[in-house]
């Protein structure tokens, strides 16, 4: 299983020219490039950028660069913090569309609510250090917590009146 990491924050950039950041990876072949710069397009990188070095570039050029890597690589796992970023609107729904046909698992973390609501079909919360799982998008993750604590909330009042009455 190959697992593949983009961190909030990425390495700065080094020497190598757009494309070779992008394909130059364990196992990469001939076709890792033209994936790459059909990705690289996607992410809103011209034809002529592609040959340009990656250190002329801004930090959030890079992430995308690190970003079309990672992509152009395939992983099976996709680990990805805070990935949208540095993405403008066209980018990010090219993005999510990629991520929709993407063959492998994506664990994310990401404050885009919408981003979230179109991508994810369940969530993992850490609470009180318990793992709780809920099937669904963001927005039904929230009602489905919302319901879960006035279970919970319902279940402690009845403890509660047992308790008392256990008492007298």
Wanted: net charge negative; aromatic share 8%; with cysteine.
């Amino acid at each position: 299983m190959t697992i593949g990491f983009l961190p909030q924050e990425s390495a700065p950039a080094g020497d190598e020219t757009i494309i070779e950041l992008t394909t130059s990876f364990p196992g990469s072949d001939g076709t890792a490039v033209a994936k790459a710069k059909r990705i690289l397009k996607g992410l809103a990188f011209r034809d002529s950028d592609f040959d340009r070095p990656a250190r002329e570039l801004s930090g959030g050029w890079v992430m995308r660069a690190h970003l079309a890597r990672l992509l152009t690589q395939e992983p099976d796992l996709l680990m990805l913090d805070e990935p949208t970023n540095h993405l403008d609107l066209e980018c990010l729904l090219w993005f999510q569309e990629y991520l929709e046909g993407y063959p492998g698992g994506i664990l994310m973390i990401s404050h885009d609510r919408e981003f979230l609501n179109r991508l994810v079909n369940q969530i993992l919360e850490i609470r009180n250090s318990t793992l709780h799982r809920y099937i669904g998008n963001y927005d039904e993750f929230l009602a489905q917590r919302a319901a879960r604590a006035e279970q919970q909330l319902a279940a402690f009042k009845n403890q509660q009146r047992e308790i008392a009455r256990l008492q007298e």
